[in-house]
């Protein structure tokens, strides 16, 4: 059952893909319509990820696939916030591609199924697998304005002639975004990674490459929140940090091996 509805939210989700790049090059009809395609494929997930709670007795999402899956559906999540507005259409760009390639993923791992019941249990992985993906959402959401940011600031020096055709927020308000989602994505990280401290001390356990890369991943981003309140990190300079803080959440969610909820 829950198969089912994985292939509809993948195939809107890459219309949406498809239809941001046609906005990039056109706007107007790809970018309506992938708008419709995030929303269509957002639906078609939140009722594969419930299909998927009422089939398990406990979080379902404990397994590195399972969690991948999420992870998906809490991008897309944050994502819409604004990227229902025309202006952030070509936010679009730089999250849904993303998407459809984590959910593929996901899936190829069998994140998209029921699975078994984990040996953690559900307070745990509610507080620490949910904290902790929430967390790099956010990280995900402010490297893609990030991104947008430098797209934009690069029009701006050459004095497209295309730039009033393809419209984009301000280069404050994006700067502005990016910082304001930092500042709830980082005290999220910080539960998560407290709560899975707590647990691996209680259990008298080792600290794995994961956990490693998580709380450098911790350091990266809440210098990014010290930089620009005590230095006057702005514009470029802290767009570069979020996308290099970005490099560090692929790490932690792909580039490490699935064994850490093993």
């Known amino acids: 059952m829950a198969e089912l509805f994985f292939w509809p939210a993948l195939l809107f989700y890459g219309e949406a893909a498809v239809g941001y790049l046609g906005e ?40 590195w696939a399972g969690s991948l899956n999420l992870f998906v559906w809490l991008v897309v999540t944050a ?38 019941r984990s040996q953690y249990s559900t307070v745990f992985l509610v507080l620490h697998v949910g904290l902790v993906l929430v967390a790099f959402a956010g990280f995900t959401l402010a490297a893609g304005l ?13 004095r497209e002639t295309t730039i ?28 998560g990674i407290a709560v899975g401290v707590v647990r691996l001390i209680a ?10 890369a998580t709380v450098v991943t911790w350091v990266v981003w809440a210098a990014y929140l010290v930089l620009r309140s005590t230095r006057g990190w ?20 792909l580039a490490l091996p699935a064994t850490h909820f093993a």
Not at 146 to 158: D, G, I, P
Not at 164 to 190: E, G, I, M, Q
Not at 234 to 253: D, K, N, Q, S
């Open 234 to 253: 702005t514009g470029r300079r802290a767009a570069y940090l979020a996308l290099a803080g970005f490099v560090l959440v692929i790490v932690v969610r």
């Open 146 to 158: 990030s991104a947008l940011y430098l797209w934009q600031e690069r029009r701006l020096k050459r």
């Open 79 to 116: 994502y819409l916030i604004w990227g229902c507005r025309r202006s952030f259409r070509l936010l679009g760009l730089t999250v849904m591609p993303f998407a459809v390639a984590l959910l593929v993923v996901a899936r190829a791992g069998g994140g998209t199924g029921t699975g078994s």
């Open 164 to 191: 009033l055709r393809r419209p984009a927020p301000s280069l404050a308000t994006l700067d502005r975004l990016a910082l304001r989602t930092v500042w709830v994505s980082v005290p999220a990280l910080t539960l």
């Open 24 to 63: 990039a090059r056109h706007p107007g009809t790809a970018g309506r319509a992938a708008t419709w395609g995030v929303r269509l494929g957002w639906l078609a997930q939140t009722a594969l990820l419930v299909v998927q709670a009422t089939r398990e007795d406990g979080f379902p999402w404990g397994t």
């Open 203 to 212: 259990n008298g356990d080792r600290v794995d490459a994961l956990v490693a």
